[in-house]
């Protein structure tokens, strides 16, 4: 932000209306000034590539700069690259049909920008998930004010020197500050808004959004299963399981959060688990590719749900090579397998953001159906096993936000796939052409031809009003 004046809420809304107005002024930016912005975006993204992944690794303790590579800025490029590709596309107004009364008129509908677009972005990817909703909305013409977590702030000083080198404060700013500046920042008068995370606070974001009638989108998460068809617990699903469980330690809105596997496989899966988790890490937990937890809190919060588990009853075991190593660099935690916790217990209730899978076993697929639908929806859904008959009644009996069949948290890696969850993981989506009309204002056109029958319709009504409504509804 520029120069504050007053108070930190008085600033954003000073900023935003700023930003407005030159929005208002300048009007909608045509594709060239549109590819143009992403254009910096992405140039400085790279430029500036290895401050935000040291930036990245400070604020969490340690992270590999490979994941933050991997995980963050390939997703940036990615993404910038895939708008720019087919934003004439995108932009190109829809030819419309016309009902038989109101030809030789033409319909179509034309996607504007929504003007200011606000972005409440989350600690556990801080880079991609300010910058990709950033990219989507600066390809749809808007000007953007950003407010990234305070639980990463390194990162967040880098992203606004970066973009600040590339933007005037009209165009986009970064907003700084704590949980009472994002609740002010969520009550700003948007033309859209986008909140990335917890369900709990996205409530919260949804109701001080509610007092100016601001349009959501709500990026949220929850408890995402991963089920292991009979037969399918081998190294190339346990491998694939692993890499979307330990990914950033866990601390993923998509990773799997439970896994549901067949009884007959639970041993073999469980055996096999700890085999996939040393092949990742042969280091163990205090490689260099393993990320630490990003706060004491919620290092403790995971502690406390282990302990939690432990005390009723069930058998809590560290798995991969050398878990004790763990000890030795802060906030660090073992990789953990869960076996026989019962639904009270807090590690199957509360959505888990760390390196715990839960492994509960089941006989038949309607168990997994029924176990799966008697919860909030997911994010995510994942399957391992044939895309058979069983799989197909899976996808068709359950509901939830995007499903990988044979992998993890790829789809989301998918640009042309919407993203996005259902019910209390999420509201709209986002990436592909579903983010370009999300940060959009759909406006239908209608214009008239030379030729007006809908003219010979008006009063005073008669003979040909009588016939016109006889062919569209019938006689009386």
């Known amino acids: 932000m520029s120069q504050p004046t007053g108070t930190m809420e008085e600033d954003a809304r000073a900023l935003l209306d700023s930003q407005r107005r030159a929005f208002l002024r300048d009007g909608p930016p045509d594709i060239r000034r549109r590819k143009a912005a992403l254009a910096r975006l992405r140039a400085a993204a790279l430029t500036h590539r290895a401050t935000v992944a040291e930036a990245i690794s400070v604020d969490f303790g340690h992270r590999s700069r490979h994941e933050t590579d991997l995980m963050e800025v390939f997703g940036v490029i990615q993404s910038i690259d895939y708008l720019s590709r087919n934003l004439a596309r995108f932009m190109k107004p829809e030819r419309r049909h016309v009902g038989l009364f109101y030809r030789v008129g033409r319909a179509y509908v034309e996607y504007q920008p929504k003007g200011v677009v606000g972005v409440m972005a989350p600690w556990n990817y801080p880079f991609s998930l300010s910058l990709i909703p950033l990219a989507t909305a600066l390809a749809a013409g808007n000007r953007v004010m950003l407010k990234p977590s305070e639980l990463t702030p390194r990162t967040s000083e880098a992203m606004q020197h970066m973009l600040a080198g590339i933007f005037t404060p009209d165009e986009v700013s970064i907003v700084l500050g704590g949980p009472e500046v994002g609740a002010a920042f969520s009550a700003l008068p948007f033309d859209h808004l986008l909140f990335t995370g917890s369900t709990d606070v996205g409530r919260k974001v949804m109701t001080a959004a509610g007092g100016n009638l601001v349009p959501l989108t709500l990026e949220l998460g929850g408890k995402s299963p991963v089920v292991v068809a009979r037969g399918y617990a081998g190294e190339r699903t346990l491998d694939s399981i692993v890499f979307g469980k ?4 866990g601390q993923t809105c998509v990773a799997p959060d439970y896994a549901l596997v067949h009884e007959d496989d639970l041993a073999a899966f469980v055996e096999g688990y700890g085999r996939a988790v040393a092949r990742a890490y ?6 260099d590719d393993y990320t630490s937890i990003v706060s004491d809190r919620h290092f403790a919060r995971l502690q406390g ?15 991969g090579a050398r878990p004790e190593s763990a000890a030795t660099r802060p906030r660090t935690l073992a990789p953990a397998l869960v076996l026989g916790a019962g639904d009270d ?10 390196p715990i899978l839960p492994v509960r076993p089941y006989r038949t697929l309607d168990d997994v159906i029924d176990y799966v639908n008697g919860r909030p929806r997911p994010l995510a859904l994942y399957y391992f096993g044939e895309e058979d008959a069983d799989c197909a009644r899976l996808l068709r009996l359950t509901a939830s936000g995007n499903v990988g069949i044979n992998n993890t948290m790829i789809h989301v890696a998918q640009d042309d796939l919407p993203f996005g969850g259902i019910g209390p993981s999420g509201m709209g989506a986002y990436h592909g052409p579903e983010g370009f009309r999300t940060m959009s204002h759909a406006r239908g056109v209608f214009v008239q031809g030379r030729w007006n029958l809908p003219r010979l319709l008006r009063p005073p009504f008669g003979r040909l009003v009588e016939r016109a409504l006889a062919v569209t509804l019938g006689k009386r």
């Open 246 to 249: 330990l990914a950033n330690s």
């Open 282 to 287: 042969p280091a163990g937990p205090a490689s």
């Open 305 to 319: 749900l282990l302990d939690d588990a432990r005390g009723r009853g069930a058998q809590v075991t560290a798995v």
């Open 345 to 354: 217990a807090a590690v199957m209730r509360e959505e888990i953001f760390g």
